[in-house]
């Protein structure tokens, strides 16, 4: 086989035939937005992780927090953004058009705002008013309400507005 030439014009090394090109799969659509897939999700996620985690790392106050105040807060706050976000099936227009980092940016700061007042709040006020006492999972909420509601908050506002862009377009 003679040697080819190659843009320069310079010789080049026969080489070997090109295989011929796959046909590239067409690309899948997201799945539609399903609150109760991402409720469950929210939920089983954080659940998983942070109780294997305690569980592997000899913690069992964060193997029992994992499946009520991180994995609960997750749950509760995708069911509320994401019934906010779908605002009855007609999203509110700015929700849609807002760029994606404004819009989770947006609800992941008002989110985690409400969570830490949550946590702080029930950290400080049910040991003074109610017969709780001040123990260590107490003080675990004022981590474990904001970090769980950005994370939620986070992942369905994506999942939201990417499954309303594949559906809009």
């Known amino acids: ?4 030439k190659d843009r320069t014009g310079r010789d080049r090394a026969p080489s070997r035939p090109s295989r011929p090109s796959r046909p590239s799969r067409p690309s899948r659509p997201s799945r539609p937005f399903t609150l109760w897939r991402e409720v469950l999700t929210a939920y089983t996620a954080p659940a998983l992780t942070a109780g294997t985690a305690g569980v592997l ?12 105040s991180i994995a609960g807060t997750s749950a509760a ?10 605002n009855g099936g007609r999203p509110r227009r700015w929700t849609v ?4 980092g404004v819009l989770t940016a947006a609800l992941v700061l008002t989110a985690v705002a409400a969570a830490a007042l949550l946590g702080w709040s029930s950290a400080q006020w049910l040991p003074a008013h109610t017969q709780v006492p001040a123990t260590p999972w107490l003080e ?7 970090v769980s509601a950005a994370l939620a908050t986070t992942i369905v506002t994506l999942r939201w507005r990417s499954a309303t862009t594949a559906s809009a377009a």
């Open 140 to 146: 675990r909420l004022r981590v474990d309400l904001p």
């Open 97 to 100: 058009t807002a760029p994606r």
């Open 1 to 4: 086989m003679p040697p080819t």
């Open 77 to 86: 706050v995708a069911f509320l953004v994401g019934t906010w976000l779908r």
């Open 57 to 68: 790392t000899g913690q069992p106050d964060l193997a029992v927090a994992a499946c009520t």
